[in-house]
């Protein structure tokens, strides 16, 4: 992150203070790798709370300049009318994921909304605050198409893709996750939208010790496979997905839907339609969504892959 490289993002960022979006977006994609030296720095605008994260350790000499920097956006006319009250950097390769305050007191909660549903985050305590922004177009399908229908939610964390799904009129949502701290914020984030919780089932178990649970719901119309790329001791993407792809068929109902999910940007698209093909012919490949444009990529294939597969 040299001295050029700071300029450029601080541009960028006074660029997005000066119109930002009236919901949770990312303002900058590093990550992308289409501004040379920042590609390990992101930056999200969660409704007043501008939050940077790096991926990668900086050099001392470089964290100074990049904190000076932020700090000298506070003060920026561009800052104060985006409303902004607090300014976070998070150093996501540490294990601990160590938030800094630079401006603004701590917070453990913070609300936002995404499609004019709200959500929960944490802010300052975990490594991801609850929402992956990536996947909004993911969270818009699943509410366009879930009406009436039974879902199966897979590795479903938060609960985001169980929201878009009752909202939409989903007759009922199964959420599967090992981590029972997030299904509760999952819980949480039903009811800030006032969800009939009656509709909606917390499973907290391992998904390879669990099928006779997930099944017992089915079968379903729409399932949804939103895997990390690993999860010690329970997971790991290369060689457990197909393991999951084997089992839709006893899943679904005849005319049964799948999205599912890779975000691992040294995985492409043909890992899913291949495995798909191998392991559960009768599902055809439909669409691969659209990722929403401030995550561009200079490669497409390494950003996020959810792909539509369709029984029958």
Same mark, same amino acid.
């Given at each position: 992150?040299?001295?050029?490289?700071?300029?450029?993002?601080?541009?960028?960022?006074?660029?997005?203070?000066?119109?930002?979006?009236?919901?949770?977006?990312?303002?900058?994609?590093?990550?992308?790798?289409?501004?040379?030296?920042?590609?390990?720095?992101?930056?999200?605008?969660?409704?007043?709370?501008?939050?940077?994260?790096?991926?990668?350790?900086?050099?001392?000499?470089?964290?100074?300049?990049?904190?000076?920097?932020?700090?000298?956006?506070?003060?920026?006319?561009?800052?104060?009318?985006?409303?902004?009250?607090?300014?976070?950097?998070?150093?996501?390769?540490?294990?601990?994921?160590?938030?800094?305050?630079?401006?603004?007191?701590?917070?453990?909660?913070?609300?936002?909304?995404?499609?004019?549903?709200?959500?929960?985050?944490?802010?300052?305590? @975990?490594?991801?605050?609850? %929402?992956?922004? /990536?996947? #909004?177009?993911?969270? *818009?399908?699943?509410? +366009?198409?879930?009406?009436? =229908?039974?879902?199966?939610?897979?590795?479903?964390?938060?609960?985001?893709?169980?929201?878009?799904?009752?909202?939409?009129?989903?007759?009922?949502?199964?959420?599967?996750?090992?981590?029972?701290?997030?299904?509760?914020?999952?819980?949480?984030?039903?009811?800030?939208?006032?969800?009939?919780?009656?509709?909606?089932?917390?499973?907290?178990?391992?998904?390879?010790?669990?099928?006779?649970?997930?099944?017992?719901?089915?079968?379903?119309?729409?399932?949804?496979?939103?895997?990390?790329?690993?999860? @010690?001791?329970?997971?790991? %993407?290369?060689? /457990?997905? #197909?393991?999951?792809? *084997?089992?839709?068929? +006893?899943?679904?109902?005849? =005319?049964?839907?799948?999205?599912?999910?890779?975000?691992?940007?040294?995985?492409?698209?043909?890992?899913?339609?291949?495995?798909?093909?191998?392991?559960?012919?009768?599902?055809?490949?439909?669409?691969?969504?659209?990722?929403?444009?401030?995550?561009?990529?200079?490669?497409?294939?390494?950003?996020?892959?959810?792909?539509?597969?369709?029984?029958?």
């Amino acid at each position: 992150m040299h001295a050029d490289a700071i300029a450029i993002l601080q541009q960028q960022l006074l660029t997005a203070l000066d119109a930002v979006p009236a919901e949770a977006r990312r303002l900058f994609h590093g990550r992308g790798r289409r501004w040379p030296g920042l590609e390990h720095v992101t930056a999200d605008w969660l409704q007043g709370v501008l939050l940077v994260s790096l991926f990668r350790e900086p050099a001392e000499a470089e964290l100074e300049r990049l904190r000076s920097m932020l700090l000298e956006l506070t003060a920026s006319a561009a800052w104060q009318r985006s409303g902004a009250h607090h300014l976070l950097l998070q150093h996501r390769y540490l294990p601990d994921s160590r938030m800094d305050w630079l401006l603004g007191e701590e917070l453990d909660e913070w609300l936002i909304a995404e499609g004019g549903l709200r959500y929960k985050l944490d802010l300052g305590r @975990k490594q991801n605050n609850g %929402l992956f922004l /990536d996947m #909004r177009y993911g969270r *818009r399908w699943v509410r +366009e198409q879930a009406a009436g =229908q039974r879902v199966l939610n897979l590795f479903a964390y938060t609960c985001g893709f169980s929201v878009a799904a009752i909202a939409g009129g989903a007759a009922q949502v199964v959420n599967l996750d090992m981590a029972r701290a997030a299904l509760s914020r999952g819980r949480d984030n039903h009811r800030l939208n006032d969800h009939d919780l009656a509709r909606v089932e917390f499973l907290g178990h391992e998904l390879f010790k669990s099928w006779g649970k997930v099944k017992k719901y089915g079968p379903y119309e729409l399932v949804i496979i939103d895997p990390p790329s690993f999860q @010690k001791g329970s997971f790991a %993407l290369t060689t /457990d997905y #197909r393991k999951i792809l *084997r089992r839709l068929p +006893e899943l679904l109902t005849a =005319q049964g839907t799948v999205l599912a999910c890779v975000n691992d940007p040294g995985i492409g698209p043909d890992f899913l339609i291949e495995g798909m093909a191998a392991e559960a012919p009768g599902l055809r490949f439909v669409e691969r969504l659209d990722n929403p444009p401030e995550f561009a990529d200079i490669h497409p294939d390494s950003g996020l892959k959810a792909l539509v597969f369709r029984q029958g």
